[in-house]
């Protein structure tokens, strides 16, 4: 391996190295080629971040479960989570969680390919999200969490960084 980045080295500088009067060897080369990209993840300009996050694609934690049935229809399948103690509203591209007849939590599923906060528009891309959101609270193993007003959105990512959901609940941490 050595020897083969020697020979390259020396082979690039061999058309320069010799005395006076010895001209590079340069007959039929040509400069080479630099071809410039652009990330994928480029950042994305946004005129202001957005300040507060009072609902999550329409939905307030201060909703109740006719208020969320208003604004959504009724949910195509109703789950009780015994963990958390909620009765979740499954909806095509998120579930709304009630306890006790109260929206607890708003998840948007990746699916949805955009996100509303405050009824601004997000795309789920990491540039959208970082230019609507700003600098994350704190940075966890599975996503970054955006704190405003005791309200929490939580961007959940894989391993990878791709965007796996969207939630939006209380932070009780404050």
Same mark, same amino acid.
């Given at each position: 391996?050595?020897?083969?980045?020697?020979?390259?080295?020396?082979?690039?500088?061999?058309?320069?190295?010799?005395?006076?009067?010895?001209?590079?060897?340069?007959?039929?080369?040509?400069?080479?080629? &630099?071809?410039?990209?652009?990330? /994928?993840?480029?950042?994305?300009?946004?005129?202001?971040?957005?300040?507060?996050?009072?609902?999550?694609?329409?939905?307030?934690?201060?909703?109740?479960?006719?208020?969320?049935?208003?604004? /959504?229809?009724?949910?195509?399948?109703?789950?009780?989570?015994?963990?958390?103690?909620?009765?979740?509203?499954?909806? $095509?591209?998120?579930? &709304?969680?009630?306890?006790?007849?109260?929206?607890?939590?708003?998840?948007?599923?990746?699916?949805? $390919?955009?996100?509303?906060?405050?009824?601004?528009?997000?795309? /789920?891309?990491?540039?959208?999200?970082?230019?609507?959101?700003?600098?994350?609270?704190?940075?966890?193993?599975?996503?970054?969490?955006? &704190?405003?007003?005791?309200?929490?959105?939580?961007?959940?990512?894989?391993?990878?960084?791709?965007?796996?959901? &969207?939630?939006?609940?209380?932070?009780?941490?404050?």
């Amino acid at each position: 391996m050595m020897m083969n980045v020697v020979l390259l080295l020396v082979g690039m500088l061999s058309p320069y190295i010799g005395g006076e009067g010895i001209a590079p060897v340069s007959a039929g080369m040509t400069a080479p080629v &630099v071809y410039a990209t652009t990330s /994928l993840y480029a950042p994305v300009q946004q005129e202001e971040q957005i300040v507060g996050y009072e609902t999550l694609n329409g939905i307030a934690l201060t909703d109740d479960k006719e208020e969320v049935i208003r604004k /959504l229809g009724e949910p195509l399948e109703v789950t009780h989570d015994q963990i958390l103690g909620t009765t979740d509203y499954q909806y $095509e591209d998120m579930i &709304v969680g009630l306890n006790n007849g109260v929206t607890e939590y708003v998840h948007v599923k990746p699916s949805a $390919e955009s996100i509303q906060v405050n009824d601004q528009s997000i795309l /789920l891309t990491n540039g959208h999200i970082s230019a609507s959101l700003g600098e994350p609270y704190f940075v966890a193993e599975d996503g970054d969490v955006y &704190v405003q007003n005791h309200h929490a959105i939580k961007v959940f990512k894989d391993h990878g960084g791709q965007i796996t959901g &969207v939630d939006l609940f209380y932070d009780f941490s404050e």
